[in-house]
């Protein structure tokens, strides 16, 4: 009786290891709910913006909607910060993030990433009457040059990471960031080049520099959750057949500036 008691409870512990070392399974969660949680700043024209009244617009919600539709799922945005973004997505409030995320390495050791749907890059955003004065990294890195970053993206990392004499300006509002530099309160910011050729459209008075050859080469690419190969694969191949079926490429030429 002992003997059988010990193999059942070693059969039992099995079991238990096995299903821990499987991960989530956020397809079945998904499919089940008939949700898909998305985790967005919803701060960065083109990809994923918030309005006013809750609702959310850009490339990346049309593409998470298509998404969530493949898996007869609703998609529901989950507003977050870029400082809190991977603390938000690893604490389990959503199954995938999006919304203009760069592919970082630090990210990488907390989550893992679809594959990328667009190369991007880092690119200056200034005033127009001042693009050739800030040409390469090293215009911008003087100490009388005021840089402007938001807090916990990309952005403050390639500007910590570059720009040791500039002078930094943090400013909360991703949103309101053009603003400052086209009313003179900041020289650059520097973004990813969409962003940029977005935001130029938007106010005549700013020009991105050199948006096709950008400072530092960047992807973009779906937050997905860490141990979960089974959700990664099938967003992975969700996104191949849009590319390969025009559905990707109609939603960009949509939100995309060329």
């Known amino acids: ?73 609703e998609a529901q945005f989950v507003k977050t910060t870029w400082a809190k973004l991977m603390d938000d997505f690893t604490s389990g409030k959503c199954d995938i993030g999006a919304g203009g995320i760069s592919v970082s390495l630090a990210r990488q050791q907390r989550a893992y990433f679809s594959a990328p749907y667009m190369i991007n890059g880092k690119t200056p955003i200034t005033l127009c009457t001042n693009v050739k004065k800030f040409q390469t990294i090293a215009d ?53 080049a969409a962003e940029a050729k977005v935001q130029s459209r938007l106010n005549p008075k700013l020009c991105p520099v050199n948006p096709d050859k950008p400072l530092q080469y960047a992807e973009m690419g779906y937050l997905l959750p860490s141990g979960d190969m089974r959700f990664k694969l099938y967003v992975d191949q969700w996104l191949h057949l849009s590319k390969a079926g025009g559905e990707y490429a109609r939603l960009a030429g949509k939100w995309v500036p060329q």
């Open 140 to 192: 911008i890195d003087k100490p009388d040059v005021r840089v402007i970053v938001n807090p916990g993206g990309s952005n403050e990392t390639f500007a910590k990471t570059h720009l040791n004499k500039a002078h930094i300006i943090t400013h909360e509002n991703n949103i309101g960031i053009f603003k400052e530099v086209a009313e003179g309160r900041a020289d650059v910011f520097v973004t990813e």
């Open 1 to 73: 009786m002992k003997h059988l008691a010990a193999m059942l409870l070693l059969a039992y512990t099995a079991a238990g290891a096995q299903a821990a070392q499987a991960g989530p399974d956020t397809l079945a969660q998904v499919m089940q709910s008939h949700t898909l949680r998305v985790c967005s700043p919803g701060d960065y024209k083109p990809f994923s913006f918030r309005n006013p009244d809750g609702s959310f617009e850009g490339l990346d919600v049309d593409l998470m909607q298509s998404l969530a539709k493949s898996l007869g799922a």
